[in-house]
């Protein structure tokens, strides 16, 4: 296996259990597409899950004092959350 695919695995790996951060602007992980006050969209990897997506949106929305709950799985990594009291 090449360097850069031993590379990429370590970071799988560790992306996947939690050990690398996966938070907004880590560049591993959930992203926010858009947002405001009231609603937030994310993206996500495919090696990750929805819960990855709402922690992201739950701080955002947090920032509201509210939060985040899935209003749409957009399908491919994609999810829209509203942001409530």
């Known amino acids: 296996m090449s360097k850069g695919g031993s590379w990429w695995f370590v970071m799988v790996a560790l992306t996947a259990t939690g050990c690398v951060t996966t938070g907004a602007g880590s560049g591993f992980g959930p992203r926010i597409l858009s947002a405001n006050e009231r609603s937030v969209s994310v993206e996500i990897l495919p090696i990750q899950s929805e819960r990855h997506a709402l ?7 947090k920032k509201f004092g509210r939060s985040a709950v899935l209003a749409q799985d957009r399908g491919r990594g994609k999810f829209n959350y509203e942001c409530v009291e």
Do not use: G, L, N, T
């Open 55 to 61: 922690k992201v949106a739950d701080e955002h929305c």
